[in-house]
């Protein structure tokens, strides 16, 4: 989940961490990201979590952001310790969506259901937890890890079309980059990537569903190499 591409073959992929806060929409919201209806959420822009003790420019970015203009960035030393749910206790771990009448009080699901763009920085290695949890909230990834090999490869999903991938060293450039993306196109892609993490991400059989595609499609490969190849040696016969 951490490789860098630097260090990989060309074959590797990525694979998408377990979300351990994954969010359930109920059915008003899954139609407003279905029908681009109330497209626009409350907030541009969120992250809420731990300081980010690699990438500090991030930090020092958003938190003269909060509260203006549509974005939301809180900085605390764990998101677990707000948690009212009480499954999501300090250091305890949530792998089974949560009904959404029992994410009401918790701030975290809120904010992302409520968030058209979520910030996904490297955590303590080049991936976090977060990003599959801004996928299951129908949120669009804010991609900072410079390096980082996405989950799966473009035989599964094409990530231009689902997230906003950042380098590091361009963090103050983020709202910028955002607003010159048109609602339509943010409602597009909240589409795909909703149905991009009930297929391949939400469960393990959609998992085993994308890894099979994945190597379906490098057998497939190899088999048209092969045959290439075989047919560039075969000898060309010259006439009499």
Same mark, same amino acid.
């Given at each position: ?9 060309? +074959?590797?992929?990525? $694979?998408?961490? !377990? ?6 929409l +109920? ?6 990201v279905?029908?681009?209806r109330?497209s626009?959420?409350a907030? $541009?822009?969120?992250f809420?979590?731990r %300081? %980010? ?6 930090? @020092?970015?958003?938190s #003269?952001?909060? *509260? ?5 960035a ?6 677990y ?18 009904a959404?009448e029992?994410?009401?009080q918790d701030? /975290?699901?809120?904010? $992302?259901?409520?968030s058209?763009?979520a910030?996904? #920085?490297?955590?303590d @290695?080049l ?5 599959s ?10 991609v900072?890890?410079? *390096? !980082?090999v996405?989950?799966?490869n473009?035989d599964?999903v ?13 963090? +103050?450039q983020?709202?910028d ?9 943010r409602?597009?892609m909240?589409? @795909?990537? =909703?149905?991009f993490?009930?297929? /391949?991400?939400?469960?393990?059989? *959609?998992? =085993? ?18 045959? &290439?190849?075989m047919?560039?040696a &075969? ?6």
């Amino acid at each position: 989940m951490s490789a860098h591409k630097n260090y990989t073959h060309p +074959n590797d992929f990525g $694979l998408p961490s !377990w979300p351990v806060k994954p969010v359930t929409l +109920n059915q008003g919201q899954l139609d407003d990201v279905q029908t681009c209806r109330n497209s626009s959420r409350a907030l $541009l822009f969120s992250f809420q979590g731990r %300081r %980010r003790v690699s990438f500090p420019q991030f930090d @020092k970015y958003l938190s #003269p952001l909060h *509260g203006k203009e549509g974005v939301h960035a809180i900085f605390q030393v764990d998101h677990y310790k707000q948690s009212h749910h009480p499954q999501n206790v300090w250091g305890g771990s949530v792998l089974a969506p949560v009904a959404p009448e029992n994410q009401t009080q918790d701030d /975290y699901y809120n904010i $992302l259901k409520n968030s058209t763009f979520a910030g996904s #920085p490297l955590g303590d @290695k080049l991936y976090s937890v977060r990003f599959s949890e801004i996928l299951s909230a129908g949120t669009i990834p804010v991609v900072y890890a410079d *390096g !980082w090999v996405l989950p799966y490869n473009k035989d599964v999903v094409d990530w231009s079309e689902l997230a906003v991938l950042i380098p590091q060293r361009k963090v +103050n450039q983020t709202m910028d980059l955002l607003r010159l993306i048109p609602a339509k196109e943010r409602c597009e892609m909240q589409q @795909k990537v =909703l149905a991009f993490y009930n297929n /391949y991400v939400a469960d393990s059989h *959609g998992r =085993l569903r994308a890894v099979l595609k994945l190597v379906d499609a490098v057998a497939v490969s190899s088999k048209e190499s092969s045959t &290439a190849t075989m047919f560039s040696a &075969a000898p060309v016969r010259r006439r009499a």
